[in-house]
C-alpha cells in the first residue's frame, strides 16, 4: 500500500511539475504576481525587449546578449546572439509593426534566483501597415537570466504564460525541440547574416 501511495504521489508531482512555466509557477500563479519598479541595470534589457517585440530593433539591441546566449519560444531555439538576432529580423520581416499595450516587469517568487528577469506582457502584431486592428495580440512570459555583467544568457518566451516542451517532456517533447531547431535553423538561412 505505502509503494503505491509513494508511485500515486511521484506521478502527482511529475504531472504538477511539467505544467509549471519557466518562473516555477502555473500560468495563473504567475500572472498573478506584482509588478515592480526596474532596476537601473534593467533599462537598456527593457529598451532592447521592447525594440525586438515591436518589430522595430537597432544596430544596438542585440547587445543585451552573451554570444551564446540562448532564446527559446514555442516557434524555435536559437542559440547565439547571430542566430537570435535573425529570429526577432525575421519576425520583423512577416509584420509591418507590433505595439506592446500591456508590458509588466514582475516580482520575482523567492525560489527564483534574483539574476532572472520575469516580464508579462501583450504583443499586438500587424501584418497590414494600414490595419486598425492588429492581426494576432499574444501574451507572453518573457524569463530572462543574466550573467554577473548583467548581459541575457537564456530569454525564454511562453504564450499566456504556459511551459513549452522540451525534451525533458519524453518523446513527443524531444521531438518539437528537433523542430524548434529546425526552425531557428532555417529562420537563419532565410534570413542570413543581420544588416540592420
Known amino acids: 500500500m505505502t509503494i503505491l501511495i509513494r508511485r500515486l504521489v511521484t506521478q502527482l508531482h ?4 511539467s505544467s509549471l ?13 506584482k509588478e515592480r519598479s526596474a532596476h537601473p541595470h534593467e533599462a ?41 538576432r535573425a529570429q ?15 508590458f509588466r516587469i514582475l516580482e520575482n517568487p523567492p525560489h527564483l534566483p534574483a539574476n532572472t528577469m520575469l516580464i508579462d506582457q501583450d504583443v499586438a502584431y500587424f501584418r497590414d501597415a494600414k490595419a486598425s486592428s492588429p492581426t494576432k495580440t499574444l501574451n507572453s512570459l518573457l ?8 548581459l541575457v544568457t537564456s530569454h525564454e518566451e511562453q504564450w499566456n504564460h504556459e ?3 522540451t525534451s525533458d517532456d519524453g518523446f513527443f517533447g524531444m521531438l518539437n525541440e528537433q523542430r524548434k531547431k529546425l526552425t ?10 543581420p544588416k540592420i
Open 143 to 150: 524569463t530572462l537570466k543574466l550573467n554577473d555583467s548583467h
Open 14 to 17: 511529475r504531472r504538477m511539475s
Open 88 to 102: 526577432f529580423l525575421g519576425l520583423a520581416k512577416i509584420f509591418s509593426h507590433a505595439d506592446i499595450p500591456k
Open 21 to 33: 512555466n519557466a518562473s516555477g509557477l502555473n500560468p495563473s500563479q504567475s500572472k498573478a504576481l
Open 184 to 193: 531557428a535553423s532555417l529562420t537563419d538561412t532565410i534570413v542570413g547574416k
Open 44 to 84: 537598456k534589457i527593457i529598451q532592447s525587449i521592447k525594440e525586438m517585440y515591436s518589430c522595430s530593433p537597432t544596430d544596438s539591441t542585440f547587445d543585451i546578449y552573451t554570444e551564446n546566449a540562448v532564446f527559446h519560444d514555442p516557434v524555435g531555439i536559437a542559440k547565439g546572439v547571430t542566430s537570435i
Open 163 to 165: 511551459k513549452s516542451s
